[in-house]
């Protein structure tokens, strides 16, 4: 069965056009309007908060010192919602738990946040986008490990119930870790974690934890499933459709033209994640040296690639050229469903479908239609997949 | 002649081979490639400056130095600090260029300009004196060559992300680097301004000092033979 999930990044749209130099980092917050903020916030929890009537599930996550994402701090908007909501399961893709720096306070955010909820939280780790390392200053040379450092002390947090243990790593210290409240789901909440490289694929499927691939398209999603389910072969378990999940974007409306309008301005989320000054993208030992150094050599233009192995700008993709990479789906909610089972099909299936249903300039009256039209008109057919 | 210890900067490492080649003519000159900038990666509990200097105490004892010389740049001169901070029985005098490694302004002003997050061409204005003549043009380099500057970053970040490019207590322990010492800064340098190499002079007990003119944070590679000069100078007479 196909869980649907609608993300939307609460963006600060208003402020876009003021800020030619980029959208990340440096920008000054005198362009953010604080009661213009407050009006969008509310929207944005209102838009998740429907999603419980109409069967979606809610998927958050943050960014910082950004117009693009105004959540900075994840777990508040599911904390809301986790009373808001009954029935959508809360996942937060994701906590940057490299970028951290007090991870018993994240497993505590969790922990606490399962239990408000009655056990409807998913627990996504990301490392982070590379432009995420100035406003943490973590050391990009150390985020691999101090990641993992972070993972083993929350799984460990959360799942020690007889008193306090001690824990002095490399990143991390601390005399009585002793996480109140303990969790409602058991063990612990389900793990997702997003991976964009064939390598961290690997090591997740160890894990077998769910898998997220972000906009990765007909041409690197199965590259990157497919590292996950030969690691998990070797680890010696087979990985149901539940292990996988996508994000993309989707726009359905009454007729073609209506679904391709809504995901053409939804996409302004995708057209703006370039916009950042390029010495951001590329911080020291963030990657693999042979990857830093075509950054290094070309600049930060990030390219999407069609499914025919053609690319366009990522920065000034059309909708036609998002669906024909298989990171949009647009159109009637019967064109939706057909491009999302062709999609699946061609990646080798999956059971998360991660909706950016709503994103950039893209208005509440436009969301609230989207969502609707997709849940009463497409989801029962996705639901089947 | 005792022996002279080269400690290199975080950049830009092939670059100083001629001033080494004028350093080490007629002299026991050592200049080890720092663990991960010699190509393996290090040891995951060797990542901190404390842990050059260690290592380079542990090398002067290996070698039973007397009265060695170490000449250390920018990276390596915080190193050559940190080393005779703790020790300095086989240390005879240090040659420092340009060093960083001691927080000498307020919570809320660097003594260091933040490189990492320059673009390009403004780190390569802040580096040199001469960018146009000498910051690489990576657009014209083999994949090997940028590949080894990525891995410069990679070591720099490793070793000096946090607090960035400083030991936060370095400045009050400064007393114990009772040697003879020559500070030589580019007058053009925009990481590490002449201003801080004045002010961090005034806190070394035994310290001279001096500019070279056109040259930017790395007078070694941009004034090779001025820079050797004055190193030279100071070695036949301190």
């Not at chain 2, 910051?135 to 607090?163: F, M, N, S």
Request: charged share 25%.
């Amino acid at each position: 069965m196909m869980q649907v999930w609608h993300f939307s990044e609460m963006a600060y749209h208003p402020g876009w056009e003021s800020l030619p130099d980029g959208l990340r980092n440096v920008i000054p917050s005198r362009v953010y309007d604080p009661e213009v903020g407050a009006d969008l916030y509310h929207r944005y929890l209102d838009e998740w908060a429907l999603c419980d009537r109409l069967g979606l599930n809610i998927m958050v996550n943050e960014h910082h010192a950004t117009a693009t994402c105004t959540t900075s701090v994840c777990t508040i908007p599911m904390a809301i919602l986790a009373r808001e909501t009954e029935k959508a399961r809360l996942l937060c893709l994701g906590m940057p738990i490299g970028n951290r720096m007090d991870a018993v306070r994240v497993a505590e955010e969790y922990a606490m946040l399962d239990v408000i909820s009655r056990g409807r939280v998913e627990m996504g780790f990301v490392k982070g986008a590379p432009f995420e390392i100035n406003p943490a200053n973590s050391n990009p040379a150390e985020l691999e490990e101090r990641f993992w450092e972070a993972h083993d002390l929350i799984v460990k947090a959360m799942t020690t119930h007889d008193g306090p243990f001690n824990w002095e790593g490399r990143h991390y210290h601390y005399r009585e870790v002793n996480v109140w409240p303990r969790p409602w789901q058991q063990p612990h909440p389900p793990i997702w974690m997003t991976v964009a490289s064939p390598g961290s694929a690997q090591r997740v499927a160890r894990k077998g934890y769910v898998i997220a691939a972000l906009n990765t398209g007909y041409v690197h999603t199965p590259v990157v499933y497919g590292a996950y389910r030969e690691s998990a072969a070797e680890a010696g378990f087979d990985p149901g459709p539940d292990r996988f999940a996508y994000l993309c974007i989707i726009g359905v409306g009454e007729t073609e033209a209506e679904g391709k309008r809504r995901a053409h301005q939804i996409l302004d989320y995708s057209r703006t994640t370039p916009r950042v000054q390029p010495q951001f993208f590329y911080p020291p030992g963030y990657s693999p040296a042979a990857r830093m150094s075509g950054l290094i050599r070309s600049g930060s233009e990030l390219r999407i690639q069609r499914r025919d192995g053609s690319d366009f700008p990522m920065q000034d993709g059309t909708v036609e050229d998002f669906m024909a990479a298989g990171v949009a789906f647009a159109g009637t909610p019967a064109q939706v469903v057909e491009q999302v089972e062709e999609f699946a099909a061609a990646v080798g299936g999956f059971e998360h479908l991660l909706m950016m249903g709503q994103g950039g300039f893209l208005s509440h009256e436009d969301t609230v239609a989207n969502l609707t039209l997709f849940s009463e008109e497409a989801l029962p057919a996705i639901g089947r997949m | 002649m005792s022996l002279v210890l080269f400690l290199h900067g975080e950049h830009f490492i092939a670059m100083g081979r001629p001033f080494l080649d004028r350093l080490g003519a007629g002299r026991e000159l050592h200049a080890p490639l720092y663990p991960g900038y010699d190509g393996a990666p290090p040891d995951p509990d060797f990542r901190s400056v404390d842990d050059l200097a260690y290592r380079y105490l542990d090398l002067l004892e290996e070698m039973d130095a007397r009265d060695a010389t170490i000449v250390g740049c920018s990276l390596g001169g915080w190193v050559a600090l940190e080393m005779a901070v703790r020790d300095r029985s086989r240390i005879g005098r240090i040659a420092l260029l340009a060093p960083v490694g001691v927080k000498l302004l307020g919570r809320e002003e660097r003594d260091f300009a933040d490189l990492p997050f320059m673009r390009e061409a403004e780190a390569a204005r802040t580096l040199f004196h001469d960018p146009a003549r000498w910051a690489p043009d990576h657009a014209a380099l083999d994949e090997a060559a940028v590949e080894t500057i990525a891995l410069e970053r990679q070591w720099a970040a490793w070793y000096g992300w946090k607090p960035y490019m400083h030991n936060p207590v370095l400045a009050k322990w400064l007393h114990r680097a009772a040697v003879p010492t020559l500070l030589l800064w580019g007058e053009s340098d925009g990481f590490a301004a002449p201003e801080y190499g004045r002010r961090l002079a005034a806190r070394l007990p035994d310290a001279r000092f001096e500019t070279i003119p056109d040259a930017g944070h790395y007078p070694h590679i941009e004034r090779a033979d001025e820079t050797a000069d004055a190193v030279l100078a100071f070695l036949e007479n301190a």
